[in-house]
């Protein structure tokens, strides 16, 4: 596991010694200096060019070549010396550290820590409790003091591996160095170091190395070398570094570069045999997948959007001020339907044949599922402007990942996963953020063991789920306990590995996008009153597909326009499946004057413009039938219901607690600062509207949305019959669902502002 700490700025050790002034000891120097480190830096080197140098540059205050001499009174050591020459600096260092401070603390800077674990075990009998073994993963092609930069770890990775017995006090010292220096702390075990720093670090340099010397023997170097373009300088600048350092590396990490070599050449094997048979797929699947992951991956280390990694948009927190009143006027077109964006990649990928989709939602939960199916082997073209090109590989073609899936925010994804996945042959794990490892995952893990999955979950069945390949699945019939259009599709598509028929039955009507879309690829589904079936053992056949605009980011404008005078917007090209259409009939049963224009079928989802202009609401009692067909509408519903005349109560939408947030609570909440009177209930609220052409229904203030994206999203619509401004933190996520949200408010004549996008 990885434990990462917080920044900051403040270093107290008295004297630092820094043994080795090459380029990371010097950087450290300098980055120390930079931060205004107050105590005296002093260096040991065996060059006394060196440590002339360092002090010329004003980098330490004194050094020398004699460990002995420099030790006195240091109250910090950092053994900065090549890899292989830590043993015998260890030794010296045993021998004089009693003219250190009495409190001293030791650490290294080496980037392989098991090696250097043994020789302070051997050395010390023990790795001390006074040391922290430590890597900056940081460098540059240049050595020596002079390359030293004071920027080299700004939010560069330090990497700790300190032992169990450690003194914690030592632990924080080093990390509080480091910080100093600008660079982000992470902890973790050694072996878990070497094994992931010979793939990231070590692996790359050793083919750098060999590539520029296999070219550099050939007749036409010169040309080669004249004519490079810039990616092949890039790769090869690090053929650059200091080679006696890398040597070192490669001999002390040894078993874990040649593990990371085997992987390499059978990745480069695979690669030359697609080449060699001109199997176009093969190298679509393997460059586009090395593509997205490199953005992928990038996202989940920095803790940003892999959606706005992916479209280069800014990162970090993010927070909306949106100005009072404003307008609702024009012709939208809103990102395509979320939950048709899951199910085409996961069909498509399933289907014998190659699947275009159009309309794709390029949202951060739709994104983290081409990612996984690329993990698996499935070779997908995009998306680009809302068009993917899916190579499916067929019922049983998917191939085990080399870890876990991660579906970032969306229980959509990981609930649908963990029925396609149970019918795999091999081991998977299901993973996600924070919020999403706090949604239960009971409600599908127990009907899958009824099929025979074996799945493990976390307390309280949360995830990570841990699948296990290779059951004999068999079809169940079952009740759902309450209505769950993610339950009822885990256990359809669980069903198309199950020997049988699975046929489930729900309490009330949900979503019925699977459904219709396995029929849409040749796969049978019936459906007689509340339950629907199929029999396992068929096969997808891939087709064209149009993803309907949303219905849950169509709205916000909805509601936009219906709570506005003068308001006037017609949706474009939304799904209006009968089983998403609550919002329709709730705003209608409220007063709102809709029409839906234009209806036709794309690929057997029925889809409308949606005209709506304003009339004023009036409270009502929501229909409990209407509940499940609206469920991720409320947030913005509950704004409507703000701004109608009387009282809107909803009951059994328990639901709603258990999203990416508790809906319920935080709209309470942030209805409580707009000065919205409200009742909340277990599975309810009740919320007095103030509706007024006249007059501003409520107040502004500062709303935490608390990182859910439709809770953000509602609060920005509030504000057109706010009477002051609106600040809403936490809006980051609203590129999962809804990246163009901003530009398409503002284009009907709202004023949001983005604040704070950079870290």
Request: charged share 20%; net charge negative; hydrophobic share 40%.
């Amino acid at each position: 596991m990885v434990k990462e700490s917080l920044k900051t700025s403040i270093c107290h050790e008295s004297r630092l010694l820094i043994i080795g002034l090459g380029l990371i000891g010097g950087s450290l120097a300098a980055a120390l200096r930079e931060s205004g480190f107050k105590g005296q830096i002093a260096a040991c080197d065996p060059d006394g060019n060196e440590i002339a140098l360092g002090i010329e540059m004003g980098l330490i205050d004194t050094g020398g070549t004699h460990l002995y001499e420099q030790l006195r009174d240091a109250s910090m050591v950092v053994l900065a010396v090549p890899v292989l020459a830590m043993e015998s600096v260890m030794a010296t260092l045993a021998e004089a550290l009693p003219y250190a401070a009495r409190n001293v603390v030791l650490t290294d800077v080496g980037s392989t820590k098991a090696t250097i674990r043994a020789y302070a075990e051997k050395v010390f009998g023990q790795v001390p409790t006074n040391m922290v073994l430590g890597h900056p993963i940081a460098g540059s092609e240049k050595s020596g003091v002079a390359a030293a930069n004071p920027r080299l770890y700004v939010d560069h990775k330090v990497i700790l591996t300190p032992e169990p017995n450690v003194d914690h006090n030592a632990l924080e010292r080093v990390r509080l160095l480091w910080q100093a220096c600008g660079a982000d702390v992470l902890e973790m075990d050694v072996e878990r170091h070497d094994q992931v720093l010979a793939r990231t670090s070590h692996l790359p340099h050793l083919l750098a190395f060999s590539l520029v010397d296999t070219l550099a023997r050939q007749d036409e170097r010169l040309d080669i070398f004249r004519y490079a373009a810039g990616g092949f300088r890039d790769f090869t600048r690090i053929a650059g570094s200091d080679p006696v350092m890398w040597r070192d590396i490669f001999i002390a990490n040894k078993q874990a570069v040649l593990a990371s070599l085997d992987d390499f050449e059978a990745g480069l094997k695979r690669l030359r045999y697609a080449v060699e048979t001109d199997d176009s797929d093969a190298l679509i699947a393997t460059f586009d997948r090395a593509s997205h992951a490199r953005h992928y991956f990038d996202s989940l280390l920095n803790k940003t959007s892999y959606q706005a990694e992916y479209h280069m948009q800014p990162q970090g927190e993010v927070t909306y001020r949106v100005q009072p009143g404003g307008q609702a006027q024009g012709r939208l077109r809103v990102p395509g339907d979320k939950s048709m964006s899951h199910r085409s990649i996961m069909l498509g990928a399933l289907a014998e044949g190659v699947t275009e989709v159009k309309g794709f939602l390029e949202g951060e939960d739709s994104l983290a599922t081409l990612q996984a199916f690329r993990e698996m082997g499935v070779a997908i073209e995009g998306p680009h402007q809302g068009r993917v090109t899916i190579h499916g590989v067929g019922m049983h073609g998917l191939k085990a990942p080399a870890g876990p899936l991660y579906v970032g925010n969306s229980g959509t994804a990981m609930r649908l996963f963990s029925g396609l996945l149970a019918g795999q042959a091999f081991n998977s794990e299901l993973t996600g953020d924070e919020s999403l490892t706090k949604r239960p995952m009971g409600r599908v893990a127990d009907p899958l063991r009824l099929m025979g999955a074996t799945i493990d979950t976390a307390d309280g069945g949360r995830p990570p789920l841990k699948i296990h390949g290779g059951a004999s699945l068999k079809g169940i019939h079952y009740d759902m306990p309450m209505a769950s259009a993610q339950v009822k599709s885990c256990l359809l598509l669980a069903g198309l590995y199950a020997e049988g028929e699975t046929r489930v039955r729900e309490p009330a009507p949900t979503r019925d996008h699977t459904e219709r879309m396995l029929n849409g690829f040749g796969y049978a589904v019936a459906r007689e009153g509340d339950t629907c079936w199929l029999e396992g053992g068929g096969k997808l056949t891939a087709g064209p597909i149009d993803v309907p605009s949303d219905i849950s980011s169509a709205t916000f404008f909805l509601v936009a326009a219906a709570i506005t005078p003068g308001a006037d917007i017609t949706l474009e090209h939304v799904g209006i499946n009968p089983t998403r259409i609550g919002v329709i009939n709730i705003l209608t049963l409220m007063g709102a004057d809709l029409a839906l224009e234009n209806e036709h079928e794309v690929g057997g989802e029925p889809v409308a413009d949606i005209r709506i202009r304003y009339a004023p609401l009036k409270g009502i009692d929501i229909p409990v039938d209407q509940v499940p067909l609206a469920i991720d509408e409320f947030p913005a519903l509950f704004i409507a219901a703000a701004n109608a005349q009387g009282t809107t109560r909803l009951r059994g939408a328990e639901e709603l607690r258990v999203k990416e947030s508790d809906r319920i609570q935080a709209m309470a909440d942030g209805l409580a600062i707009l000065g919205v009177k409200h009742t909340v209930v277990e599975d309810g609220i009740d919320i007095v509207g103030n509706g007024d052409d006249s007059a501003p229904s409520y107040g502004g203030g500062r709303v935490d949305s608390l990182g859910d994206h439709r809770i953000a999203m509602a609060f920005a619509i509030a504000s057109l019959r706010a009477s002051e401004e609106i600040v809403i933190e936490n809006c980051a996520n609203v590129a999962t669902s809804f990246p163009d949200f901003v530009a398409l408010a503002t284009r009907i004549g709202m004023a949001v502002s983005v604040e704070g996008t950079h870290e």
